[in-house]
Antibody, heavy 119, light 110 residues
Framework: QMEESGGGVVQPGTSVRLSCAASGFSFSSYAMHWVRQAPGKGLEWVALISKDGDNEFYAESVRGRLTISRDDSKNTLFLQMNSLRSEDTAVYYC??????????????WGRGTLVSVSS | QPALTQPASVSGSPGQSITISCTGSSRDVGGYSVVSWYQQHPDKAPKVIIYEVNRRPSGVSTRFSGSKSGNTASLTISGLQVGDEAYYYCCSYAGRSSVVFGGGTKLTVL
């Protein structure tokens, strides 16, 4: 189970930090992702962090503004979102990668948290 | 504009079979066997139903099957049920440590 938090209405240009609390599995053993979905739109992969936290990868649309991180001692995944734009408005899901080399498949999802960027 | 092209909608009657296509390029679908499919019911989180082109996670019905030919992946649902009505998204590795999704297909079971 995973539960996201931290979303809300924020102004353009500001920052917000999303959290995803995980339970029911060995969090430190899996790569983790953020995937977003704009209102009424499709899914968009945002970022990946390796299970050891040493490697991060980002979609081009967010690189340099969003930062993924994890705290394995708290079984928590984070997404620091800076310089927010209206096009960042979306439901943000944390998703667990499958084990081993199958980390590009998302086998567990949270319920999502909505970030609305508006003045 | 989504990197992978899916039909906006498909429909079928209970008991029938349908196929949803997902067309990309040699930079994604055609270049890697890292294709997955997700089912999303309204206001729910997505659920993986196919991974690695044609593998089903434990607990997913055998009515769901996947395939790939060239730059196009396909999801087939046989024996349609009312509960299959949902949005379906394909996803492919796209190189440079990234994945891309299709725009999604709304399945209506008439």
């Amino acid at each position: 189970q995973m539960e996201e938090s931290g979303g809300g209405v924020v102004q353009p240009g500001t920052s917000v930090r999303l959290s995803c609390a995980a339970s029911g599995f060995s969090f430190s053993s899996y790569a983790m992702h953020w995937v977003r979905q704009a209102p009424g739109k499709g899914l968009e992969w945002v970022a990946l962090i390796s299970k050891d936290g040493d490697n991060e990868f980002y979609a081009e649309s967010v690189r340099g503004r969003l930062t993924i991180s994890r705290d394995d001692s708290k079984n928590t995944l984070f997404l620091q979102m800076n310089s927010l734009r209206s096009e960042d408005t979306a439901v943000y899901y944390c998703a667990k990668g499958m084990g081993g080399r199958d980390f590009w498949y998302f086998d567990q999802w949270g319920r999502g948290t909505l970030v609305s960027v508006s003045s | 504009q989504p990197a992978l092209t899916q039909p906006a909608s498909v429909s079928g009657s209970p008991g029938q079979s349908i196929t949803i296509s997902c067309t990309g390029s040699s930079r994604d679908v055609g270049g890697y066997s890292v294709v997955s499919w997700y089912q999303q019911h309204p206001d729910k989180a997505p659920k993986v139903i196919i991974y690695e082109v044609n593998r089903r996670p434990s607990g997913v019905s055998t009515r769901f099957s996947g395939s790939k030919s060239g730059n196009t992946a396909s999801l087939t649902i046989s024996g349609l049920q009312v509960g299959d009505e949902a949005y379906y998204y394909c996803c492919s590795y796209a190189g440079r440590s990234s994945v891309v999704f299709g725009g999604g297909t709304k399945l209506t079971v008439l």
